[in-house]
């Protein structure tokens, strides 16, 4: 069993940065991909970013290239997604996503991962 929470998010203004925390737990966890999905009311999640198990490998939406980082702290079992240049446009629950294989989709779809957070509130407003 998996079990993944999320930190780290809040509000801020536009061009703000936040890191968002995701705490993972199981067994072999350094084996498996780690990812993050966005979501806002009415529309589907939306993947944002993920990192292959060894950490060697990552992934982004166009979306946010350029201005967020993944990375992972394997001892820790922990991933992080630094965010920076933060836009309105950015606004959304994110969801820490763990992938039942070491390297990440080439297409981010919620169905190519196997746990998932509880969510954490990212609000980008002045």
């Known amino acids: 069993q998996y079990n993944l929470v999320e930190s780290g998010g809040g509000l801020v203004q536009p061009g703000g940065s936040l890191r968002l925390s995701c705490e993972a737990s199981?067994?072999?966890?350094?084996?498996?991909?780690l990812g993050w999905f966005r979501q806002v009311p009415g529309k589907e999640r939306e993947g944002v970013s993920c990192i292959s198990g060894s950490g060697s490998s990552t992934n982004y939406a166009d979306s946010v290239k350029g201005r967020f980082t993944i990375h992972r702290d394997n001892a820790k079992t922990t991933v992080y997604l630094q965010m920076n240049s933060l836009k309105p446009e950015d606004t959304a629950v994110y969801y820490c996503t763990l992938r039942g294989f070491a390297d990440c989709p080439s297409t981010m779809r919620e169905a190519y991962f196997a746990a998932w957070g509880q969510g954490t509130q990212v609000t980008v407003s002045s």
């Open positions: 199981g067994y072999h966890l350094a084996y498996y991909a």
